[in-house]
Each structure stands twice: as C-alpha cells, then as structure tokens.
C-alpha cells in the first residue's frame, strides 16, 4: 500500500464555534500541500471496489478525517468519531461552526453602532463622520501592505 501521511502544523489553532473562515483556509492550504485536499472537496473518486486501490482511498480519508479530528475541539471530535468520508466530515464541521452567512462583528469604541450597521442600516454617528488619522502601527491590518 502507498504511504499517505497527513500533518498539520501546531501554529494552526484547534477549531471552534464561529472559526470556520479563518481555519478552513489553513487546513485546506495543509491538504493540498499534502495531495489531500481532492479526497476533501471530492475530486478523488472512489476507485472500483474489492481493488488495493480502494483499500488505499478508503485509508487514505480515514487518516484525513483521524487528522481533522485532532485540530478540532473536544466537542466536535466526538462528532467525527463515527465518520470516514473526508467529505463528509468537512461538511459537518463547516456546519457546526460556520458563522452561517453572519457579517463579522468588529470590536470598536462604538460597539453599538457597529452592531447595528450589520442589522439595520443608518447613518453614522456624529462622532464617526470627522476623520481621524490612522494609528501607523494599524497599517497592515486595516490596509494590505504590499511586499516589494
């Protein structure tokens, strides 16, 4: 049989409620560094049954659904547990802990408002509409910077 191994760097935090976004894109960055995203997003097709190959394919989603379990929180590991189809255990996970379609919240002096823009359009406070220079030190997180 083919040695297939997946692993996941440690820099990659552990998967939890409202998450998704950030850590799908990491893991699925892993897997196809590793050639296994396409047993994820389904481009590997099963091969016919009864054949090494199909033993290969089948060990090859248990081992990336085993790795997904091990950068996921507690709670969704039990999830995992009984599920052997790489497909099958991203979607769960993506339902689990997708922020279902919900605009981030961003933490500002004005908490309110901003909870409110994403709910209810209206305008700007008044003290929002004077412009305020940009702390140089937010300069990479709000705008990207280029390299070069």
Not at 40 to 56: H, Q
Request: aromatic content about 8%.
């Amino acid at each position: 049989m083919k040695e297939f191994t997946i692993k996941f760097s440690a820099a990659i935090g552990k998967l939890k409620e409202g998450d998704w976004l950030q850590w799908s894109q990491e893991i699925s960055m892993a897997l196809r560094a590793q050639r296994g995203w396409g047993y994820v997003d389904g481009s590997l097709t099963m091969p016919k049954t009864n054949t090494p190959k199909e033993v290969e394919w089948l060990a090859a989603h248990n081992q990336i659904v085993s790795a997904l379990g091990t950068m996921v929180e507690a709670s969704l590991q039990c999830e995992l547990e009984s599920i052997k189809d790489a497909t099958i255990a991203w979607k769960l996970l993506k339902e689990k802990t997708h922020s279902k379609g919900q605009f981030p919240i961003w933490k500002t002096s004005h908490q309110p408002y901003a909870t409110a823009l994403y709910l209810t359009p209206q305008p700007a406070p008044p003290s929002l509409k004077s412009k305020t220079p940009l702390d140089p030190s937010l300069k990479g997180v709000c705008h990207p910077v280029k390299n070069g």
